[in-house]
């Protein structure tokens, strides 16, 4: 399912220094219940096919979503930014969704792909009244490929809201076995949804072109079905 209208581009100003562009990917069909904030990965940005697909499919389904670059990647760098600087700069794109869009206020959901998503689950982790209702987490980076040992779960805990994890079961960042010991245990607990013979970025082997479509169309089925329960309660 794709939603064919373009998004509307908008700037989002920084504190640090040079803003930073954002994207509002709009509902469609009646009023959206809530809007969803998506942040890139460590190695691609938000005009990503991955990014614009996801957002794409969100809004189709009648959530709004936001993407954003953060500031090393809309200056054209490749290191990513220390933390404190990723962290600022999502609150910011907060602060700014919220001023934009009234579907930001009754329901705001906030997370991303690898890096996006962690540094999601950082900054509600140290901000208890940040008016986020969810995460929703594509691929979470437990640990770098290859060093279980430097786990990036001790934050975990302080976040106190609902989380979904979609995480591929080959992933090198962390398997779901690895993560259900982190997550299962959380309050509220987090709902951990496996991509059966995905990687890092959900590719599974011998799919086809047809058979991948498919399973990232699912996992974005699955993330809106997920946000759309959380939004029934609240």
Same mark, same amino acid.
């Given at each position: 399912?794709?939603?064919?209208?373009?998004?509307?581009?908008? =700037?989002?100003?920084?504190?640090?220094?040079?803003?930073? =562009?954002?994207?509002?990917?709009?509902?469609?069909?009646?009023?959206?219940?809530?809007?969803?904030?998506?942040?890139?990965?460590? $190695?691609?940005?938000?005009?990503?096919?991955?990014?614009?697909?996801?957002?794409?499919?969100?809004?189709?389904?009648?959530?709004?979503?936001?993407?954003?670059?953060?500031?090393?990647?809309?200056? $054209?760098?490749?290191?990513?930014?220390?933390?404190?600087?990723?962290?600022?700069?999502?609150?910011?794109?907060?602060?700014?969704?919220?001023?934009?869009?009234?579907?930001?206020?009754?329901?705001?959901?906030? $997370?991303?792909?690898?890096?996006?998503?962690?540094?999601?689950?950082?900054?509600?982790?140290?901000?208890?009244?940040?008016?986020?209702?969810?995460?929703?987490?594509?691929?979470?980076?437990?640990?770098?490929?290859?060093?279980?040992?430097?786990?990036?779960?001790?934050?975990?805990?302080?976040?106190?809201?609902?989380?979904?994890?979609?995480?591929?079961?080959?992933?090198?960042?962390?398997?779901?076995?690895?993560?259900?010991?982190?997550?299962?245990?959380?309050?509220?607990?987090?709902?951990?949804?496996?991509?059966?013979? $995905?990687?890092?970025?959900?590719?599974?082997?011998?799919?086809?072109?047809?058979?991948?479509?498919?399973?990232?169309?699912?996992?974005?089925?699955?993330?809106?079905?997920?946000?759309?329960?959380?939004?029934?309660?609240?």
């Amino acid at each position: 399912m794709t939603h064919s209208n373009s998004p509307d581009a908008f =700037t989002v100003a920084l504190e640090s220094g040079q803003p930073v =562009t954002a994207l509002h990917y709009s509902a469609a069909g009646p009023a959206s219940g809530g809007t969803y904030i998506l942040a890139h990965g460590a $190695g691609a940005g938000q005009q990503h096919p991955f990014m614009t697909a996801c957002a794409r499919a969100v809004a189709a389904r009648g959530i709004d979503a936001v993407t954003f670059n953060f500031p090393y990647t809309e200056h $054209g760098r490749k290191l990513p930014d220390r933390a404190p600087v990723l962290e600022a700069c999502y609150a910011a794109v907060i602060r700014a969704t919220r001023q934009r869009l009234a579907s930001a206020h009754r329901c705001l959901f906030i $997370g991303g792909k690898s890096m996006g998503g962690r540094m999601a689950t950082q900054l509600a982790a140290s901000d208890q009244a940040l008016p986020v209702a969810g995460l929703v987490l594509l691929g979470y980076p437990l640990h770098p490929p290859g060093n279980p040992a430097k786990r990036r779960d001790a934050h975990l805990p302080a976040v106190k809201r609902p989380m979904l994890v979609i995480q591929g079961s080959r992933d090198t960042f962390g398997t779901p076995d690895e993560l259900r010991p982190v997550f299962e245990p959380l309050t509220p607990a987090a709902t951990i949804h496996v991509i059966d013979g $995905g990687d890092h970025s959900f590719k599974v082997a011998r799919a086809g072109a047809d058979g991948q479509a498919a399973i990232d169309d699912a996992l974005r089925q699955t993330a809106v079905e997920w946000m759309t329960t959380i939004m029934r309660t609240v």
